[in-house]
Each structure stands twice: as structure tokens, then as C-alpha cells.
């Protein structure tokens, strides 16, 4: 909860994060040919998040047609991001500098507020008294 608040700190100042590349990373890039750490773009795309949230999803809601209802919204989410993806460069030139900064101010405004419950969820678990109001 904590790195992904600090994450969205950045997004929020419209920032590259130095979570994401430091100065000794970016000079050590200058010198190599690839600097791929990541083979393909999916473990990005369905990180630990997703991946726990479909297997918590899977869980609460078994049974066939529980499968049939996550297969549906696994094939709609590849569909949206499969569009998305596709007409990226013309996103970008439509929405410019400017709103691509607003699109990242808004998805850190989110970020910020998934990582605070998650940070509060887990104090909860940790204190459980915390969770008592009198």
C-alpha cells in the first residue's frame, strides 16, 4: 500500500517516478543495447493485483456459472485493452501533453485512493481495535 501511494504521489506531479528508473539505471541504459527487463508486456498488464483479484473473485463466487460470468469479464477487459492498446498513438496525438498529464493526475488520484484503503485495511488487520470506533 505504501509503494503504490508513493507511486501515485508521482503520477499525481505528473512526474517519472524514481521508483520506476534511477539515474544510475538510466546511465546503464545509455551504455547497453536493450534494457528490457520484462519480456512481454501481460505480466504488466495482469500484475500480482489482478492476479489475486481474480483468484479472491474465483473464490467468493464458485461454481460454473460464477466461471462463466469471470470468463465473460476476462474477455471484455482484453477487448477494452486490446482497443485501447491498438489506437494508442492516435490517443496520444488526440489528447496531447496536456491531457495525457490529466489522464495520469486521475489515475494517481486513484491509485491514492485504492493504496490509503488498502493501507487502512491492513492496519485494521494488524490492529483490529483500530476498526472499533466508540
Excluded: W
Excluded at 38 to 44: G, S, T, Y
Excluded at 65 to 79: D, E, H, N, R
Excluded at 118 to 125: D, H, P, R, S, V
Amino acid at each position: 500500500g505504501i509503494v503504490l501511494f508513493l507511486l501515485a504521489l508521482s503520477l499525481l506531479n505528473a512526474e517519472v517516478s524514481r521508483m520506476k528508473q534511477t539515474s544510475e539505471d538510466q546511465k546503464e541504459a545509455q551504455t547497453k543495447d536493450s534494457i528490457a527487463v520484462v519480456p512481454l508486456a501481460i505480466p504488466l498488464m495482469a500484475g500480482p493485483g489482478a492476479i489475486s483479484m481474480v483468484i479472491v473473485s474465483v473464490y467468493s463466487h464458485p461454481g460454473a456459472l460464477g466461471q462463466f460470468y469471470m470468463s465473460i469479464c476476462a474477455i471484455v477487459v482484453a477487448a477494452v485493452l486490446g482497443a485501447i492498446l491498438y489506437f494508442a498513438s492516435n490517443l496520444e496525438k488526440f489528447l496531447g501533453h496536456s491531457g495525457l498529464n490529466i489522464v495520469n493526475r486521475l489515475g494517481g488520484l486513484i491509485l491514492a485512493a485504492t493504496s490509503v484503503e488498502t493501507i487502512a485495511k491492513g492496519l485494521i488487520g494488524l490492529f483490529p481495535q483500530l476498526g472499533h470506533v466508540n
